[in-house]
């Protein structure tokens, strides 16, 4: 069994070793490359100032921010939900520096970057001279992005486990896990590790036919006669 956790970030600036902090982690599982429902997700408290920079781009104020809880309070939660996965990042370097900064205020040994592929890489290698953004990559794979009006970590995530898919060969139809949370529907929330069900398969063709199709196919078999070969094998 290959289990993956797709995560992105959110914080407060661009170093953390200036003091920047992490203010929204979201995080998807799959299993053997199929989303299993279950997601962490969580905005936290830095403890600091946002930057306008910051702000400007995920749209995370301090007021919003105030009473959220802080890293301490989630990092054993969110330590099980990762747990020995591999984690699937967009620019891993970044998500890593920050993410084994909290680590070490919390006493842990940072993730070595081998717990982390980086999509951005595998995007380069695949596509050598294109665009390897987030945006660019949903553009070029046909990823609905279109709720994606400011940087979201959960919402980032849900759509870079549907581009990693197509980086590693194709994703599945109806893969879009629809998260309420993620659209922006949950506004100041933290889902945490939960599970949410995934949207309704399309019917089979079949189911979808109308009677007057149904009965256009028949005709047309019908003049086919022994030429319909799959009527010597029906059963």
């Known amino acids: 069994m290959t289990r993956e956790i797709v ?13 920047d902090r992490v203010v929204e982690i979201g995080a998807i599982e799959l299993v053997n490359h199929v989303a299993t429902g279950r997601v962490f997700h969580v905005y936290l408290n830095p403890e600091r100032p946002m930057s306008a920079g910051a702000e400007a781009v995920h749209g995370l104020s301090d007021a919003f921010l ?14 099980a ?19 084994n900064a909290e680590r070490r205020r919390m006493g842990f040994a940072p993730w070595p970057m081998s717990r982390a592929v980086d ?5 380069r290698r695949k596509h050598p001279g294109a665009q390897a953004s987030l945006d660019a990559l949903c553009r070029r794979y046909g ?16 759509l870079l486990a549907e581009v990693y898919l197509e980086l590693i060969g194709g994703r599945q139809p109806g893969f879009g896990l629809n998260l309420g949370a993620a659209r922006g529907e949950a506004g100041a929330g933290a889902a945490r590790s939960g599970a949410y069900a995934p949207p309704a398969r399309p019917r089979p063709l079949a189911a979808r036919l109308t009677d007057a199709e149904r009965a256009a196919h028949a ?17």
């Open 81 to 99: 939900f990762v747990g020995e996965a591999v984690m699937v990042i967009h620019n891993a370097g970044f998500d890593m520096k920050f993410l």
């Open 7 to 19: 995560l992105d970030t959110e914080t407060t600036g661009l170093d953390p070793d200036a003091g």
């Open 66 to 79: 105030a009473d959220k809880p802080r890293y301490a309070a989630v990092a054993a939660e969110f330590e």
């Open 219 to 235: 005709a047309f078999v019908a003049e086919m006669g022994e030429a319909a070969l799959w009527r010597r094998f029906k059963g």
């Open 143 to 158: 990823v609905d992005n279109s709720a994606r009006e400011k940087h979201g970590a959960l919402l980032d995530a849900e």
């Open 119 to 123: 999509t951005v890489a595998m995007a």
